[in-house]
């Protein structure tokens, strides 16, 4: 899978998880940039990607997802 | 030792400076770690140094533990060192914090006898346990290095941070130890420091202080209070413990900018929050990151995966406050306290009903912050029940005259109230009203504008002028003056 596909795929989670069907996420989008993407959104985005990936995180690699870039390097690492 | 002394600021702060850039110039790198582990080693054991055997220990335990995970990688799985790291070090802090408490409610439901062991809190536990706890997680998910023994140290000791946080993470610190360029003197650094450690110390000893001086009088008498008492308090006692502890936030992060470090931001205006979930994000911001990270996340997530994510979504939340609770004291109050919280996050949490932000939302959560900060305050379930009842039982007895009163403890005001005395005695209980609401008025003045970190992040903009310098300095001079009557801070108690 390549990261474009990887970010296909991230930025139809995100749309689904909060329900804004125009909301495109890039490599240093965090949860700043997006409103309600709270502590519990957060939870829910993991357990979406780690389902439409077919994949699970560690609690290590959660914790250190800065950005959606390291997210996404994550899931290509995984995928690989 | 104490920030808000003078053989802090005018002895032993100017020493540490001296000694850590002195031998930095002269490129002994490990020896301005090991000087700076043994100023803040000192700083701690100032008055009871037999606590140093205590920190010691547990920087011990943990960084062997650490070193052990490094060599049983392959061979012993990091859920048996994550295991053993939490458990022991949640074993020391509750002996030290929790012990009477439990022997205590022992006794009270099996009707023993056992002794209290009358252990007097050692300082800063709870602060460097947390910090090590995140240390060792980190450590056993592979997220942290084992550090040197040197740099460990440091990291765990560094004053500014040690007694009562912000709770800094080894992964905030010990990389700006290792970077060169934070060991030169940055003249941008100190003076951003210097305005930092002023306006801590400000909001500490003007402020806080102040209105510790009106709260505690009126806990002392809390059989005689009446409703807008026990209002008044709640507000006072939010206040005062917004400016005691953001103060001494703000002194750390400044002293940490004096060395060069910068640490974390510990509050972000957290009066100006629109909900309870809001206030979290923004008051002791670096106990809210860490409940996070290692509790909330990991148990939702797990709750979540197998299925039980309508559970999990209410329940963690709640389990989050009562240990956040329960962390702040082995008293009752806190659980109850801690339970209002989560309460109050799940109400911030609700689908239905939201409102857009505004007047209302924010009083709400402010009114919300006042009752809490009640129950907070209150040492007993006895006290709790008073102060409570007080606030929504409405009766008047005029007690609040008697409670502002108490303004006259305050030296600051002591000519305007002898010039009062004898112009008009019967006046007197309207003066220490009219002090105590321009006291009110100029906290809420201060809570409404720029915090610490946007007057500072205004200023590097817009340049330094001549009359914020001036402003600076008379509330450094007022502050340092004002140190014959040293307190100490509101969270050396949790």
């Known amino acids: ?80 | 030792m104490l920030f808000n002394s003078q053989i802090f600021i005018f002895l032993f702060l100017p020493i540490c400076l001296l000694g850590w850039y002195f031998l930095n110039h002269l490129h002994f790198r490990k020896s301005a770690m090991i000087f700076l582990t043994g100023m803040s080693l000192f700083f701690y054991g100032f008055y009871n140094p037999s606590y140093l055997i205590l920190i010691l220990g547990s920087i011990g335990f943990n960084y062997v533990l650490s070193f052990l995970i490094l060599k049983t990688k392959k061979t012993i799985s990091s859920n048996i060192w994550m295991t053993l790291g939490v458990s022991g070090n949640l074993l020391f802090l509750g002996y030290y914090k929790y012990f009477d408490f439990f022997i205590e409610n022992t006794n009270f439901i099996f009707k023993t006898d056992f002794a209290l062991q009358h252990i007097i809190l050692p300082l800063g536990i709870s602060f460097f346990t947390l910090q090590q706890v995140s240390y060792i997680i980190d450590r056993c998910w592979e997220t942290a290095p084992h550090y040197t023994l040197v740099d460990y140290m440091a990291f765990v000791t560094f004053f500014p941070q040690l007694i009562a946080g912000p709770i800094v993470l080894h992964s905030e610190l010990i990389p700006q130890f290792q970077m060169e360029e934070k060991r030169k003197f940055q003249l941008s650094s100190f003076v951003d420091g210097c305005i930092y450690f002023s306006l801590g110390l400000g909001k500490k000893v003007l402020i806080a202080d102040v209105f510790a001086i009106l709260v505690n009088e009126g806990f002392e008498k809390i059989y005689y209070i009446d409703t807008p008492a026990a209002w008044l308090m709640a507000l006072c006692y939010l206040i005062e413990l917004y400016f005691d502890f953001s103060g001494y936030c703000d002194m750390a992060v400044g002293l940490g900018k004096m060395f060069g470090f910068d640490l974390p931001q510990n509050f972000k205006s957290p009066l100006k929050a629109h909900s309870v979930q809001d206030f979290w994000q923004r008051w002791h911001f670096t106990l809210t990151r860490f409940l996070t990270t290692y509790l909330y996340t990991p148990l939702t997530i797990m709750g979540i995966r197998k299925n039980k994510r309508k559970l999990f979504t209410y329940l963690t939340p709640m389990l989050v406050f009562l240990i956040s609770g329960f962390w702040h004291g082995a008293s009752w109050t806190f659980v109850i306290w801690g339970a209002f919280q989560g309460l109050g996050i799940l109400w911030s949490q609700r689908k239905k009903w939201k409102l857009k932000k505004s007047g209302i939302t924010w009083f709400g959560t402010f009114v919300f912050a006042i009752i809490s900060n009640a129950i907070f305050r209150s040492e007993t379930i006895d006290n709790m029940l008073r102060m409570l009842k007080a606030m929504f039982v409405p009766h008047v007895t005029g007690f609040s005259f008697e409670l502002a009163s108490s303004l006259s403890e305050v030296p600051e005001f002591y000519m305007i109230t002898r010039v009062m005395e004898i112009l008009n005695p019967n006046l007197m209980d309207f003066l220490y009203l009219l002090l105590l609401s321009c006291l009110l008025l100029i906290s809420a003045l201060i809570l409404k504008g720029k915090n610490a970190a946007e007057i500072l992040s205004y200023r590097q903009d817009k340049g330094y002028t001549f009359l914020f310098a001036a402003q600076i300095a008379v509330i450094f001079s007022w502050s340092v003056l004002s140190l014959n009557q040293v307190s100490t801070f509101l969270y050396f108690n949790f």
Request: aromatic share 8%.
């Open chain 1, 1 to 80: 899978m390549t990261r474009d596909e990887i970010f296909k795929g991230l930025n139809e989670v995100f749309q689904d998880v909060f329900d804004d069907s125009t909301l495109e996420v890039e490599e240093e989008t965090t949860a700043n940039d997006v409103d309600g993407w709270d502590s519990f959104a957060h939870i829910t985005l993991i357990v979406s990607v780690e389902k439409k990936f077919g994949v699970k995180f560690s609690m290590g690699q959660v914790s250190s997802m800065k950005n959606v870039g390291t997210m996404a390097s994550i899931l290509l690492e995984k995928l690989a």
